[in-house]
């Protein structure tokens, strides 16, 4: 199985810059896209960013200009790079990996366990 493991969360003052780490590993057949989520208290968890095998993103709106998601396949790891935060990115932040199992299953979708984010002064 997949597994993955993220880390670099923690506290960090508004204005300030985290960056955050995902990586797979297992037994695996290959990766697809690839992605950041996050659940702030009482909201429903939400896209921040997605990165496909061949490196197109895409983010958030309110991430754009902030945020930059990148992945490495020989390593199998997915960054976010998180810029100029605010206390509204407080949040935990959740990885995933999308499986390619086979042309009849389809993706299998796997999830990390998530890192805490916290922006405040």
């Known amino acids: 199985q997949v597994q993955l493991v993220e880390s670099g969360g923690g506290l960090v003052q508004p204005g300030g810059s985290l960056r955050l780490s995902c990586a797979a590993s297992g037994r695996f057949f290959r990766i697809n896209d690839m992605g950041w989520y996050r659940q702030a208290p009482g909201k429903q968890r939400e896209l921040v960013a997605t990165?496909?095998?061949?490196?197109?993103?895409n983010y958030a709106d309110s991430m754009k200009g902030r945020f930059t998601i990148s992945r490495d396949n020989a390593k199998n790891t997915v960054t976010l790079q998180m810029n100029s935060l605010k206390p509204a990115d407080t949040a935990v932040y959740y990885c995933n990996a999308a499986e390619a199992v086979s042309s009849i299953r389809g993706e299998l979708v796997h999830w990390g366990q998530g890192t805490q984010v916290t922006v405040s002064s």
């Open positions: 990165i496909t095998s061949g490196g197109r993103t």
